[in-house]
């Protein structure tokens, strides 16, 4: 029995390409910034803290 032995640069006949491009998803613009929206929770967090130890110490 004979086999042949392909090229490392060539796929086996049987076998198939398995490293065909993909489509890229699209950006998800805003919505797929986790920094933003953490920052964004964090300042209006300290302002609710800021209102809350201005009433403590009579600022308001």
């Known amino acids: 029995m004979t086999t042949t032995l392909n090229p490392p640069t ?4 049987g076998e198939g390409c ?7 998803r699209a950006d998800g613009g805003m ?10 929770i964090v300042v209006g967090a300290a302002v ?3 209102y809350f130890a201005a009433r403590v110490f009579g600022f308001t």
């Open 48 to 50: 609710v803290a800021g």
């Open 31 to 40: 919505w797929e910034h986790p920094v933003l929206w953490a920052a964004l």
């Open 10 to 13: 060539e796929t086996p006949q």
């Open 18 to 24: 398995t490293s065909e491009a993909h489509q890229e």
